[in-house]
């Protein structure tokens, strides 16, 4: 039906080689290895995922960068 998991995988870590920290990628890794049955590693992409959004997001929400 369309779905090629294997192929996202690949293309996703492609991706990762060079943005490691990509929040967006690591969801979507994770969204891609859950669909190829790969449930542990992606746990640890969604995980690592979760962490990059929030780090990302801390100085926002507490003003850093403001000049504040």
């Excluded at 929040?23 to 995980?47: K, Y």
Aim: aromatic share 4%; with cysteine; proline share 6%.
């Amino acid at each position: 039906s369309g779905h090629r998991p294997a192929e996202a995988v690949a293309a996703l870590r492609r991706g990762l080689a060079l943005s490691p920290d990509d929040p967006d990628l690591l969801r979507e890794l994770g969204r891609a290895l859950r669909l190829a049955g790969q449930w542990d590693e992606a746990i640890a992409a969604l995980r690592q995922a979760a962490v990059g959004a929030m780090a990302a997001l801390f100085p926002i929400c507490c003003g850093w960068g403001s000049g504040q």
